[in-house]
């Protein structure tokens, strides 16, 4: 079971998503354009449906680094000595249906790839570094994130960890929350 990724992020933002579910939304809202990022921002209604419905989940704005995102557990304790937890946000609805979720810089939303995507536990080592992956079993999340500085080996030290809660149904994100409330930069 893949529990750690690491990814060096060129543009300032990361985005969690399963392909699969991703895809789908994609083919079930008739989006033919394939920068889905500026598809989801000149249709904000689409955008938070997505959102909403566990499809993908952004966390920007992020400075250009590299970063370890991990599952919840997957580091030694002395991975964790000395490293302080920035923040953590829980709460948020995501939807695995393939057994992994990428995870990327937002180039995969402004230039979506869905053969490239749709395949991607094959081919993720042709890819440019800024995008990896984490085996999660297929269900509904409340997922946790958590933001650490400081961490030692095996990550590098700015990283984000992950925590899939189990759930029934996907939970509600607040009516007046936006992925603009929320502030993910641990550098």
Avoid at 97 to 120: E, K
Avoid at 154 to 171: D, I
Wanted: proline content about 4%; hydrophobic content about 45%.
């Amino acid at each position: 079971m893949k529990n750690t990724a690491k990814i060096e992020i060129f543009e300032p933002g990361i985005v969690v998503f399963d392909p699969v579910v991703l895809n789908d939304f994609v083919i079930s809202n008739a989006i033919e354009s394939h920068d889905l990022f500026d598809y989801f921002l000149n249709n904000e209604e689409v955008g938070r449906r997505a959102v909403e419905n566990g499809v993908i989940f952004p966390l920007y704005q992020i400075p250009e680094m590299e970063y370890s995102i991990f599952l919840k557990g997957a580091g030694q304790e002395s991975s964790f000595n000395g490293a302080g937890e920035v923040f953590c946000y829980s709460g948020i609805p995501i939807k695995v249906v393939s057994g992994l979720v990428v995870i990327a810089d937002l180039n995969a939303l402004m230039d979506w790839d869905s053969a490239f995507f749709m395949n991607y536990r094959n081919v993720c080592a042709e890819s440019l570094g800024n995008n990896d992956y984490l085996d999660v079993v297929s269900g509904c999340y409340a997922l946790s994130i958590r933001g650490f500085k400081g961490l030692n080996y095996p990550f590098v030290s700015l990283g984000y960890e992950l925590e899939f809660e189990s759930v029934e149904s996907l939970p509600a994100l607040s009516n007046v929350a936006t992925t603009d409330d929320w502030d993910f930069s641990i550098a």
